[in-house]
């Protein structure tokens, strides 16, 4: 039998920072919109939970297909239960990856075809550390 487990963690951080209460065109420009709304927290916006919430850098190529790419910053929530289909932060057999849960096959999926599943064997420990609930991507090279 295979078992999958939940750990637990806490940390928390504050920032507070301007926001445009008009979306940018990534189109044709639009006149400008001057106009800021209220300062957005982040905490407030990307986090439920910020005691059971952590941060971590993505290293590799696997799940590209969902657009989580190499060295982008993940939001994992430790409290949320994993679901089948969730992308999730895992430790099997003493291994860290972060795939896609498949509760169904009971196995952990890339979105990249050229890494295959990853079976969770019969007698094999596969601790979920966390759901990823959200992913930061840099576009500006060394930060």
Not at 30 to 47: G, H, T, V
Request: with cysteine; hydrophobic share 40%; proline share 6%.
């Amino acid at each position: 039998m295979s078992i999958i487990r939940l750990s637990s963690h806490e940390s928390r951080t504050v920032l507070l920072a301007p926001c445009f209460a008009s979306r940018v065109p990534a189109g044709f420009p639009s006149p400008a919109d001057d106009y800021m709304d209220k300062a957005l927290d982040l905490n407030e916006y990307l986090i439920k939970n910020s005691a059971a919430t952590f941060y971590c850098r993505v290293s590799g190529q696997s799940l590209t297909g969902i657009g989580i790419f190499d060295g982008d910053l993940l939001i994992v929530d430790r409290s949320l239960k994993p679901q089948q289909g969730s992308v999730v932060l895992a430790v099997i057999d003493g291994e860290l990856t972060c795939k896609i849960l498949d509760l169904n096959q009971q196995q952990l999926l890339s979105a990249n075809k050229n890494y295959p599943p990853i079976p969770i064997r019969e007698g094999s420990i596969c601790e979920i550390e966390g759901v990823v609930i959200n992913s930061i991507r840099f576009h500006r090279a060394g930060l």
